[in-house]
């Protein structure tokens, strides 16, 4: 490992550091003629640990990592190792694979979720997106109906066969989410919220992570590595756009994060274009774009009358340009080298009136 | 209430906007050619409702509000009110005090602490700052003492008469560490966690509300909006710096919002320079331009031996460089109309050895 | 038109712009009941005028625009007006076409020069760059060949029959490299140089404009708007990444801002990969994605030996690449609706031994 | 020297570079295991050069400069040189003085510009601002008076003693304005304009150089390099605010970079309260932060009528609000180690009738 430093060490500065390199096992030199450049390298000759580099970084005196491919975190992607495949549903989420997920920001009514589930799904979506539990930034906003929108998902998969994601906010809830649904969802505003992030890798199930409002690909890397470090090894990243000074997108989506990404980590990258875009007429050409820059899928608002509903309804699409921008996905998937997993390969839909009953969701023991 | 439109409304779009106006007793009226601005009056001539106004501000439809002087939200400055006065031990945070919170990042060593704390407190600060529980960004890091950092901080409040603010990162641990400090910190990655604010909210301690990485000043708000809602009136808003482009500093300290924030909240507005400035010799002259700008406060992080910490050290500064910063703040304040509360006019400080057998923290009931 | 107001307008604050409304023959109104809103309608019933919307824009009073559709700029997209064509050499960028530039960043050598510009054209570039002026940040950097790299480029286009467009920087050298060029670049750092967007526009050359650093993309259109107003119609917008906070890559390329410009203006927009990119592995993603965004062509830096280059050396792809990317073209136009205009289309190429005499470059009289 | 490098260098990429050392005389050194850091050092023991330092960091393999203490810029402050002292009229700038510039955004009438500079000169101004060439975002934006503006400045400098500084656009203009001028503005927009900085420069009057909208601190210190390259030593930094995601201020004002700057060059900084904040209440809170955070002085728009007039009229203090700041000026100035040059010490103040002969302004000659 190599670490540049802030300054030339003085007096005993370097100390601490060096005794803990000592600790560890590892043999420190200086580097330079200002001692500016510390090499660490470990004395029986074997790699360098990520743990034990994120312990070096942590002291005031390194001002960051020149070079640590001796000591490689979870998430990046090694030659000696096969990039990871995520699977939830009919869903495949891959280096060479393309799967569409789709449906309402919030789930608010039972018969529009069924028909938007089973439209996406003839359109070809091989997953469900749906809150019930919905971040807003004002107290104020409508906050999703929880338990009885997770009830309302769990009937939308009975009905159509497609398994869905949601959304869990509070880690009391995991439990009672991870009981319902297929994948977790870590929202933006939850990407550095490592208890979440902690307590959704626990209950077993995939984890689509989004990417903070302003983290850096670094930061967004290190809260995925914060899940495969809780021995859960599905995640799939989502990014979604990040702050700008412009306002004619809501978010900025950041497609050269996802071609970096798709050469830097194993894990499957997907986009988020309707948060990116934040209007409708907005969401097929930046889908398009995710999709060309590679990326392994995308996660799209619908709802087919967007002005009736509480929240974003400014950025959801209709079925019928969801069925258009699926069609896209077909003929774009080849030319990046990637097969479009398709929902209408899968068993004949045959939408079965939703039993209104209540579902007891059984909560999962992590 | 006035709101823009995103486009002149067709057909029936707005007949669900319509609709909740005429249930929630609004008249409403577009205005303009274009019919772009629609008006919303309560018909029996009380003023508006900040929770109706984020209904309408949720629909598609609606770009944003023009105008909504008469359906102010909880942490809006009015002619009528007061400004909010919050009582931490010996600190007072208003709008014509100035209280210096200082102490080291995280919570290491027991004699450390107190050295700190009595020293901090020798200088003039009035109430003693320290991470127990630590968020960061990589699972590999130093995660603070916990329950054990909580400890030394009762301990070193025992020894030295300082009350203590820390953070508290899982809404699970909220009774445990309000049963322990004074004030409760919610941190820049947590501004946004809705969950976490109304447990906080709820423990009846004052809040130290950070602002988020990349918050607008209007998402600040209605962070603490939320904590308002939950019907606790004690809230410290935090400006410790925004995500930039640039990185001679660590974040850019946003003191045109400190400014902006003074007249538009009834809240009291600190600032923290040592995040913001991310290198010891920039938090002098932070600190100094803060107040000058009209802060009720500073957060400062201080440490006799920084190179040896986890966590932050580049920017900790010495007992000493706190002792000359707590002098310009005497010197600063009166020029902004404010009085320092000034630590060394409290009771004579005598340090007590530490008593070192275990302590009991209380967990509150909320 | 109308305006939001900052605040209520108080005594005479309104009276200047109610002056300046009387003397244009627009008659004022003041919407809502706290006068936020101002409407100007021509009192003859013709529509407003873009000039005298800035004039209002203007008044401190004026907060914004919420309505100027009867008062549109000349780079408004209307429904009575064709979307502009801009030919350059064999190029073509319109609303239906899909035109790629490739070359090198600086003119260094004559042969590379040559080789380059042969071997883009055989792979289905229309239009050669290359820079002759370079702009850069140090002093100390390298600037260009300046008029003997004009001479190159010319010598390139007798050899290749590929026309060039090159950057323009000072006011000065306007006629000098219209004398030589196909078209004009303004670059990234000029985009707010309106006095170098004036002399370049009365040179009569296409202008390729590319957006600044961190102009909004209102800003982006005003600087196209200055070229339309100096009476030249053929302005090429290119997107190449915005400042961000993130380091993976070297700009954040906007495509939302593409996407949203296709519908928001008729002059065609493309996109710079390779500068947005900052590395050639993140090119040919980023170039796909722009295109399938909806982006009317690409400018690409293309080197054959990158690592022996001055300037931007690490975002240059290879010949070979790029004869990738040219396919990518081919296929991805017909999936957005446009046509690719192909460089192999034309006249065979047959590269000429240059004549290295030295050219004399006949000065554009404006 | 020490750079660091993209990658481990394979084949002969490293070549031109390690032959350009050997040419300029350096010994070069890969350093590491990996081979990712490259140590530069002059055969002959001389230290490196600041220009030979940009060639290096212009190669595609170098990522970046880790040390270069050895071969510092003209900008940078060492042990060995002096601060820079700037006088333009009676004000001062300096590492230990304070001096304060005032006027209106624009020229517009010579009876209100003359009432300015006095009302200023008398609270403590010791420099004149006023634009004759306003750099607009719109074609159709009032842009100035021009030579006529000059003409006015020249009057009130005749009619108050004050001398001015005026923006200057055009390398064209250069002649022209310099001059009418004692100091030259080189705006925001023109920051990156290394044609204008250089034609500037050579005027050989001081140079008032703004920070770019989105510029880093090191591309604001190059722009000043360049002025100092061309043989001026006379530059004064200004920071006006850099562009944010929030809308509270107009720009967000970068006191971390002053700081920042007044530790890291010999050159002057000073801050424009004005254009960060953007509406007149949150002027003098940032015009007394900024100069607690260390800044040699202020430049602020003063205007006795703002809403009359055509630009940036909602940030303009009156000139009884400058006096108060001026006076908070002299109180702060003390506890930060500089002393207030005030321009009340001056020479008695009579303001004599201008005499409104046309001026002729004689060009000078670079």
């Known amino acids: 490992m190599l670490f540049s430093l802030r300054k030339t060490p003085a007096g005993s500065e370097a100390q601490p550091l060096l005794d803990l390199a000592d600790r560890l096992g590892y043999r420190a030199r200086f580097l330079g003629a200002g001692r500016r450049v510390l090499e660490l390298v470990r004395e029986d000759g074997t790699p360098g640990d990520a743990a034990d580099r994120s312990r070096f970084e942590d002291f005031a005196l390194v001002a960051g990592v020149l070079d640590a491919s001796d000591a490689p975190e979870r998430t990046e992607r090694r030659a000696d190792r096969k990039a990871t495949v995520v699977r ?16 309402p920001c919030a789930v608010e009514d039972q018969d529009d979720l069924i028909e938007i589930a089973a439209g996406v799904r003839e359109a070809g979506a091989t997953l469900l997106r749906g809150g019930a539990f919905k971040p807003r930034t004002s107290p104020h906003a409508f906050r999703g109906l929880g338990e009885a929108g997770l009830e309302m998902l769990v009937r939308a998969r009975e009905a159509t066969g497609l398994a869905f994601v949601t959304e869990v906010l509070d880690p009391r809830d995991v439990e009672l989410v991870a009981g319902a649904a297929d994948a977790l969802q870590i929202g933006s505003r939850s990407m550095s919220n490592q208890v979440l992030l902690r307590e959704a890798a626990s209950s077993g199930k995939p984890i689509l992570l989004k990417r903070g409002l302003a983290a850096t690909v670094r930061e967004f ?15 799939i990243l989502c990014e979604r756009g990040v702050r700008s000074f412009d306002s004619v997108t809501r978010n900025l989506l950041d497609l050269g994060a996802v071609a970096h990404l798709t050469t830097a980590t194993h894990l499957p990258v997907i986009a988020d274009p309707s948060h990116a875009a934040g209007k ?13 820059a590679g990326a392994a899928g995308l996660i799209v608002e619908v709802h087919p009358a967007p002005h009736t509903v509480h929240s974003d309804g400014a950025q959801a699409i209709s079925i019928e ?6 069609a896209a996905a077909r003929a774009i998937a080849p030319l990046v080298g990637r097969r479009f997993i398709d929902g209408t390969d899968s068993r004949p839909l045959r939408v079965t009136e939703p039993d209104l009953a209540p579902r007891a969701i059984e909560r999962t023991a992590p």
């Open 321 to 326: 340009t969801f069925a258009e921008l699926a």
């Open 221 to 235: 890397l290190l809260a995925a590595e914060t899940v495969l470090d809780a021995g859960n090894p599905n995640v």
């Open 280 to 292: 409708s007429h907005l969401v097929p050409p930046l889908a398009r774009a995710a999709l060309a």
């Open 88 to 103: 939830v549903g009919d869903a495949v989420f891959s280096d060479d694979t393309v799967s569409l997920i789709a449906g």
